[in-house]
């Protein structure tokens, strides 16, 4: 049986992580895997993670299961983080493996709910938004989202596309800092989106995966709280990898908003079914250690500080990067970068240009140019802005 499976394309990223381990030059600079890096290139423990994990390593009298849609302090924290005061009493919701697993339960969820319901997804995306559809044979389709030339949102292509969705159909949204772009709508173009959704009637998925490293934790909740407040039904899917610096301990949460008990109850029901049918319970070790700090107002404090120190620092990286590229182009082409927000900017680089600068200077990004800012630090980032100019972007 076994062997009657067929090869699977490798992960693009994962490859490019092998490709990078297998280079032996000196000053080589790794800016496609998307996690955070400190200037060392390390991906820290956060203080008061360690201080969670210590009081629940002091405290914890059992590891017996918790329920099906995982701890209720757990998604309380998650919910009052992500939407304040916001949709209360409307909202259901079930822990997940990571926010790819809150994002795969969601799209489980809208298939039980119509099978034949359309996914509309920003062009680009997240790869394994697509991936994810592609394996479950989910009807999608993509909307206009990055104009190259300007290496900003195509706004107005973006909205022309989503007023043509159908009631009922779903749209992909990144709620902050867009993956791979970093380019993202302003507050009125948001509220813009919001009245295309009422007008069609079509279902926002809220991929809300950076929450913090935008412009701070409750700025970059304001566009999924301002949707959550005007729409009847919308679903969020939110991960705690990096703004609580968790990666390995897969810790995601999908909320599903409705405009009646009788629906949430049902929304509910149905996500604990899918949870068993997936993996049963969720894990629990990472949604103690958060719901541990946001239930401490000490705690809570400590890791704000560290979160608005790494969205600090990404925003000195792309400053610098701006202004070194100002300084040897002669022209502010690349401004676009201290304008993107979170990890990630995408240059609009060629995929030979890409592979220059990996030739050229170690420079391993991925091949569509999204770069992550976080694999930068005040001395790579000159050496960076050489081979940007001569690869000739």
Known sequence: MLGNLKPQAADKILSLMADFKADTRQGKIDLGVGVYKDPNGLTPVMRAVKAAEQRIWENQAT???????????????????????????RVASVATVGGTGAI?????????ANPDTVIHVSDPTWPNHLSILNFMGQAHEMYPYFDNDTRG?????????????????????????????????TAAQWDEIAGVLEKTGAIPLIDLAYQGFGDGIEADAQPTRMIAERLP??????????????????????????DSDKTRDLAQGAMAYLNRQNYSFPPDHGARIVSTILTDAELKADWQQEVEEIRQTLLSLREQLAQELRDLTGTDRFDFIARHRGMFSRLGATPEQVAAMRQMAGIYMVGDSR???????????????????????
């Open 63 to 89: 590891k017996a299961y918790t329920s099906l849609a995982g701890d209720p302090e757990y998604r309380d924290a998650m919910q009052q983080m992500v939407l304040g005061d916001t949709a209360s009493g």
């Open 104 to 112: 795969r339960q969601a799209l489980e969820l809208v298939r039980l």
């Open 153 to 185: 949102v195509a706004f107005e292509a973006m909205l022309d596309a989503l007023g043509r969705a159908k009631k009922g159909d779903v749209v992909l949204l990144h709620g902050c800092c867009h993956n791979p772009t970093g380019a993202n709508p």
């Open 233 to 258: 039904e919308v679903l969020i899917a939110a991960s705690c990898s990096k703004n609580f610096g968790i990666y390995r301990e897969r810790t995601g949460i999908l909320m599903a908003l409705s």
């Open 371 to 393: 770069l992550n800012i976080a694999g930068l630090n005040r001395d790579s980032v000159p050496v960076l802005a050489r081979a940007i100019v001569e690869a000739g972007v």
